[in-house]
């Protein structure tokens, strides 16, 4: 304790190395004070296996050649995408070769992605792909990776065969270029997948999504947040299909992984929770539905400010839920929490508050 060291006469602290390491294991609001919460801590062992693992996975994500380059990664990583812009346009005035000024503008297209701006992220890639066919090998794994970045900017678009096509030329180089368990590969069977599902075609989605997986299990950490989206992606396409007890068995595996990496009351864990109560929702298992939406909108009330378009979505699944089984006074209760915080959220036409006002005055009708 610091009492036995400190000059100040009663200081009680506990004092942390900086690189100390806690599993989360609760948090809680405090009853006397809503700004101040509890939260419970165990702390981790430098021989951790799967933090090791982790955290080498992390680090190889955004490695670089400089502190700038892995500076201007992390910016990206973290989603501070406006200062990721300011050091990457001041690295490319002191340019000084062809390779940093391809590097540039492969991360240049990469922020303009993340915000939006599709076609200047094409037209940057663009300028990186030129530089980097006069000085890199026709199999080299960067051409892959800004081929497939392209591809990600169309299919942001809604470009769906344009994005096909640019994914199809990256993952030509990647099956030259890299072993077949590199995780690279899984991304670009997964990135393939995501498009035929924006396409509607589920089954050659679910044959792209489940190569990746097949790659994935072999090159990742069994604990690695990229294995639970693959569950996930898995999950919703078997759900679209209608074969439940598969949609169940994956999102029951998302949500494994999801409970070890993130802590209890992480919104992520409530969408986790979320998407299996649809399923059962959807079987008409209503009281399992209840069961995981009620997990989830706890989450969701803890974690989100009170106004969140989740919390809405979330109140309004569960209030659909009591309707179908026939508790109207519970229904109006939740839809009414709902139809609140669209109204707080939402331009008045908006077709979600024009809905759950319908479905209120339905359940009003059976009253």
Known sequence: MIEDESAVKGEQEILFT??????????????????????QLTIIGDNDPQLSALTNHIEKEVQGSTGWRRM??????????????????????????????????????????????????????????KINKKILSANNPILSAIYNNIALAYQNM???????????????????????????????????????????????????????????????????????????????VYNNMGFYSKALEFYEKDLEITKIVLPPNH??????????????????????????????????????????????????????????MGEYSKAISYLEKSLTIYRNSLPPTHHYIKEVIYDIDRVKKKL
């Open 18 to 39: 900086m690189h100390t390491v806690f599993r989360v294991v609760k948090i809680k609001q405090t009853a006397k004070n809503s700004r101040l919460w509890d939260v």
């Open 72 to 129: 201007g990664k992390l910016m990206l990583q973290v989603g501070h995408f406006d200062l990721a812009e300011e050091l990457y346009n001041e690295l490319l005035e002191n340019a000084s070769t062809d390779s940093d000024r391809a590097f540039i503008y492969y991360e240049l297209g990469r922020v303009k992605r993340e915000q939006g701006q599709y076609e200047k992220a094409i037209a940057f890639y663009g300028k990186s792909m």
């Open 158 to 236: 809604g470009s769906y065969s344009k994005a096909l096509e640019f994914y199809e030329k990256g993952l030509h180089i990647t099956k030259r270029a890299l072993p077949p368990n590199h995780p690279d590969l899984a991304t670009s069977y997964n990135s393939i997948g995501s498009v035929y599902y924006g396409m509607g075609e589920y089954s050659k989605t679910l044959e792209f999504y489940e190569k990746g997986l097949h790659i994935a299990k072999r090159a990742l950490p069994p604990n690695h947040p990229d294995l639970a989206t693959s569950y996930s992606n898995i999950a919703l």
């Open 267 to 324: 919104p992520d864990l409530g969408t986790s929770y979320n998407n299996i109560g649809c399923v059962y929702d959807s079987m008409g298992e209503y009281s399992k539905a209840l069961e995981f939406y009620g997990k989830s909108n706890k989450i969701l009330e803890i974690s989100l400010p009170p106004n969140d378009l989740n919390l809405a979505s979330s109140n309004n699944n569960i209030g659909l839920v009591y309707k179908n």
